[in-house]
């Protein structure tokens, strides 16, 4: 799952929001450490958990298969980011709090709390309110843009070419069947945290 699907399984707490974004913006943040505070831990730990769980969902398995010809090792990373989307387009099924509202208590949360993270974290977090990020995953526009901000630190990173943006087409193409994938799986990853909850 990527940002958004964090921060809804998320407690809301300041330490749970950051934590369960803390491995996705912070390059290198493996298992929590002792050297974050224990709400962090726990957070980055949730965070790990679903990513596990979610990598072998059979339902996202047969979504990564929708798209793997023609994206490889990409394709979970963009089916992430394309369940974002269905999750913002549904918001108000999963969630009592209209998504406007609850993308600027997190913002806000983060911005009140940055002695809870890292110092790389910060200035991404700060980024990512400037340029409200999490209002992005809304639109099929918006995933556009937030495919070509990983791209181009793909390409940093691997000192290659990168252009996830092109997988828009695929997510036009599949549209129907990914929606329909999401609404399958992410109840049951919902149920996975709470059953799992410590």
């Known amino acids: 799952m990527n940002f958004l699907a964090h921060l809804y399984l998320a407690e809301d ?3 749970s929001l950051i ?20 709400a962090v831990r726990a957070g980055a730990a949730l965070h790990h958990r679903v990513d596990i769980y979610t990598d072998r969902h059979p339902v996202f398995r047969e979504s990564k298969g929708r798209i793997r010809g023609r994206h490889g ?25 209209p998504l406007p ?25 700060e980024r990512m ?35 996830l943006a092109v997988a828009v087409v695929d997510l036009e193409q599949h549209y129907d069947a990914l929606q329909r994938d999401f609404s399958v799986f992410f109840p049951d990853l919902v149920a996975e945290v709470g059953a799992t909850a410590p």
């Open 129 to 163: 309110a400037a340029q409200d990020w999490l209002s992005s995953y809304g639109s099929v526009e918006g995933i556009g843009l937030i495919l070509e901000r990983m791209s181009r630190r793909f390409r940093a990173r691997f000192e290659r070419n990168v252009d």
């Open 19 to 38: 934590g369960n974004l803390l491995p996705d913006l912070v390059r290198g943040v493996g298992p929590p450490t002792d050297e974050l505070d224990p």
């Open 13 to 15: 707490s300041p330490g």
């Open 73 to 97: 090792i990409f394709s979970g990373i963009l089916i992430d980011v394309f369940y974002d989307h269905f999750l913002s387009v549904s918001w108000d099924r999963y969630h009592s709090d």
């Open 101 to 125: 509202q609850f993308i600027a208590h997190v913002y806000q949360t983060f911005a009140d709390h940055t002695h809870l993270m890292p110092p790389p974290m910060r200035w991404v977090t």
